[in-house]
DNA sequence: CGAAACGTTGAATGGTTTCAACAAGAGTGG
DNA sequence: CCACTCTTGTTGAAACCATTCAACGTTTCG
């Protein structure tokens, strides 16, 4: 439900086209107007809540559990996870964080870090300073409303990990978290509907999903076998989409309906193809 | 962060004694006042926010996945729960909604309920129309905070229950569910640290904890032989939180730092000793 | 080159499900 | 009032899925 300031309409919304504007990419301002259209004012608000650009090397700790923060993070560009580490030492990844993802946004009320944070890839971060939100979000109810769709957005993506890990089996969840990450992809520019590329080792894949990096590898054995699909090398190629989405039981509108179709031209893609679906790919 | 108005400080949070000062308990406002300490006209405001009372039967659908709505529901009393369905047939339990509790926020960015919602025991609901909700917090980002601090509570029980799903054995899933449960009642002035009334099926929670109802029976068997904890004729008995505890690496922060010590005060404890905890013993 | 992280495979073990069956209480309709 | 059904709880045995243990090859990186 956008919420205009009274002026003329469609002018509103401009903040959906930002990264024609400037020349800098905004993740953080995109992800903001995909919730709430923003007036050109509200949409300077919101990039002036930005702090300090990160650059970070792959497995690097952004986020503490239990620590004590001050800021969320939002991502330009790489790939990090966000998770738990139980008493008995099993690690659960509760989700995975792709350009244009805001994590930490949680903390804002008890600044104290939910889960700890860690990048996958070499990764760009904008900090996004609590106390700047609080400032901006006192004076602006729209910009309030904003993060609240943004909060929303993220239950809804745990519900459907929820559904992964309860009442999915293996085959099912492997593909319904690949098919998940590539429409997440799109919806900011990268991946297709062919497949994409994935940094996710299987050890990772094993924590998100409640399986052993073992039994992973054997279930991408059997995925691969029966052509439905293969990850291999860091990248994923989907081989049947139609089976695919019919036996995971994969709704696209769950992400859609939290990043419409207007995402894409918000987060430019990526600077050249073999970068973009390959970038790290030479490790292997 | 409460944010105060600019009177005079401990004044402001008037909302947290309501139950108190009006005759009527008021859930919706409880929860809302738990999150952001409110002035008192904002508290007048929010209490507004609420239409109809509606008393419904066990086993009432509330609301119907993908399914239009307008409106939240702020349960005052009873027990429900949200569900998803997949399309072999299986049901996964998302949550489980006690008093105090609001279900169906997440719709007010869609205006599509994200899960299904069903009475457990007969319950009174208060209406939270969206339409209100957008007209009070668009004049007042310090209820959009509150809303927020709503959802990122929301946000922080998936969490819980997607560790108990991903990495938690039987045993530590059932016993964890059984106590955030009580915890959760506690913070609302039900419950007690010895046990608590529970409503809930084998079957449901079998559905909540990715398990099959028979392997609950088998567990809850265990569970009591081991002298841990009993769950039969609708009442749970701990009989040693210490070691529940530490076996299931349960943190009663989670549940504390989203409802303050304050909370009893907002929802008085029940009427009389019997009914609060046993009110459905009689079906058995 | 050695260490560390990742991927891969086999065999044995064990936790969960499935299938099947029965008992008990609640509610319904003849 | 009494069959009748429906829901819930309970138990046993067989089948299955996933884990554990163990081992080995590969790649990356210091």
Known sequence: ?????????????????????TPITDP??????????????????????????????????????????????????????????LPDGGRQVVDFLLPGDVVGFAGLFSNIAAQSCETITEAELVEVPYAAVRRAGGQSSELMEAFLALTSRERDKLVEHLLDLGRRDSLARVAHLLLELDYRLQSVGRGSPTGFACPISQYLLADALGLTAIHVNRVLRKL???????????????????????????????????????APFALPPARSPAEAFEPFHARH
């Open 28 to 85: 953080f301002l995109t992800r903001i107007g995909v919730a709430t259209a923003l007036t050109r004012d509200q949409a300077e608000v919101v990039r002036r809540l930005q702090g300090r650009l990160q650059v970070v090397p792959p497995r690097t700790t952004i986020v503490r559990e239990n620590a004590s923060v001050c800021k969320a993070y939002a991502i330009r560009e790489g790939w990090a996870f966000a998770y738990k580490i």
């Open 1 to 21: 439900m956008p919420v205009t300031d009274g002026k003329a309409g469609s002018v509103d919304t401009v903040c959906l086209r930002v990264g024609e504007m």
């Open 224 to 262: 691969r076998v029966v052509g439905l699909l293969t990850f291999r090398f860091g990248h994923v190629t989907f081989h049947d989409l139609d089976r695919l989405i019919e036996m995971t039981g994969f709704d696209p509108a769950y992400v859609e309906r939290s990043s419409p179709s207007l």
